[in-house]
């Protein structure tokens, strides 16, 4: 019969130690994701360090130009946090559609983005606004984060404890979800910042990636025409049972329309 420890840490510090070079050993955070495969056997870990009750990984904390959301804070936290809708409502009405209120009470940030799901909704954030994702030893720019279909730069025994987002002039998000996991079919984050746009890409691809001719369209004019005018080749898309790379490659400028004008108000 498969059993594991399970340990509960008290600090980064302690949950990295508990890890110990344990390359099955896994960090426990919401578990949204981690506890389906295991109850599927197809993850095993030797070890789940829980890292959901450290305070310091809980926080949300505002200054001038950044929001900083710790690792276990959950996605019905910052979907419901005051000055994260007034200063990033794209991140907030973002984290308030992942999935149904069970998972949004459980989910994690931390947790969604070690994971990196390919149909995940906060990578597009993350990407989008241009996050800068913070660990127990060092800082790493989204654009460096993000490597392939469930793959990140982080080490094994790595643990996120915040996520910092730079403040945007505007921002938003729109996705079309697979009715019945909720995951994107694609979704698409654009933000208008003092040096451009951003727009970031989910649930098309092996991984979430950058819309260089969108960003290109909409840093000329930000506006929903100028998505529409866009066409995005199918090329590197994914074809599965919910939908063709041609219908994907087809709702990226769709759903970059209905974000700007989201953002414009």
Excluded: W
Aim: hydrophobic share 50%.
């Amino acid at each position: 019969m498969y059993s594991f420890d399970y340990q509960r840490a008290a600090d980064p510090k302690a949950a990295v130690a508990a890890i110990g070079g344990d390359a099955d050993a896994k960090f426990l955070a919401g578990g949204q994701s981690l506890l389906p495969t295991m109850r599927l056997r197809l993850a095993q870990p030797s070890k789940l360090v829980d890292v959901t009750r450290i305070a310091a990984l809980k926080e949300i904390r505002i200054d001038a130009q950044t929001v900083t959301i710790g690792a276990a804070v959950c996605h019905a936290d910052v979907a419901e946090h005051a000055d994260v809708q007034r200063l990033l409502p794209g991140l907030a009405s973002l984290a308030g559609h992942i999935g149904d209120r069970q998972v949004r009470a459980r989910g994690t940030i931390g947790g969604s983005l070690a994971n990196d799901d390919p149909a995940a909704c906060y990578p597009a954030a993350v990407l989008g606004l241009g996050a800068t994702v913070v660990t127990d030893r060092r800082r790493i720019a989204a654009d460096d984060f993000f490597v392939g279909m469930y793959e990140t730069a982080l080490q094994p025994d790595e643990l996120i404890v915040a996520v910092e987002f730079p403040l945007a002039e505007r921002c938003a998000y729109e996705k079309l979800n697979n009715p019945a996991s909720h995951f994107a079919l694609v979704g698409v984050f654009v933000a208008k910042r003092a040096d451009g746009v951003r727009v970031a890409v989910t649930g098309a691809a092996a991984s979430v990636f950058r819309a260089s001719a969108l960003e290109a369209a909409l840093s000329a004019n930000f506006a929903p025409e100028a998505a529409r005018a866009v066409s995005i080749a199918a090329d590197e898309l994914n074809t599965d049972m919910h939908a063709s790379a041609e219908y994907r490659a087809h709702l990226i400028p769709v759903l970059a329309a209905r974000a700007v004008a989201k953002a414009n108000g």
